[in-house]
């Protein structure tokens, strides 16, 4: 996947995550994803935490970022390059994701 199909797919999803605002440590609430996609751009299976953190709210981060990815489904990818995101690994974090 080329780096602006990645910032595509990115922008897509920042359009329909609600990180917890305000919480506590907020520089350690970054979640990594594990997403497959189907041909057609849905969300196969539950999106996959690959990550971990001592931050009380990460949990809350977590299961927002989760949320984003099956909410924001189907998306608008090159079906010609399926095999390049059939499996995508997104980072949540909140600076960069909300432009912060």
């Given at each position: 996947m080329s780096q602006s199909e990645l910032?595509?797919?990115?922008s897509?999803?920042?359009r329909c995550?609600?990180?917890p605002i305000g919480a506590a440590g907020a520089d350690?609430?970054?979640v990594r994803l594990k997403?497959?996609?189907t041909p057609g751009g849905?969300?196969?299976?539950?999106?996959q935490v690959l990550n971990s953190s001592g931050n009380?709210?990460?949990?809350?981060a977590a299961e927002s970022a989760r949320r984003a990815v099956l909410r924001c489904a189907p998306y608008s990818l090159p079906t010609a390059k399926y095999e390049a995101w059939r499996e995508v690994i997104i980072n949540f974090d909140p600076r960069e994701l909300l432009g912060g």
């Open positions: 910032d595509a797919l990115r897509q999803i920042a995550w609600n990180p350690d609430l970054n997403v497959s996609l849905d969300v196969d299976l539950s999106p009380p709210s990460f949990n809350v």
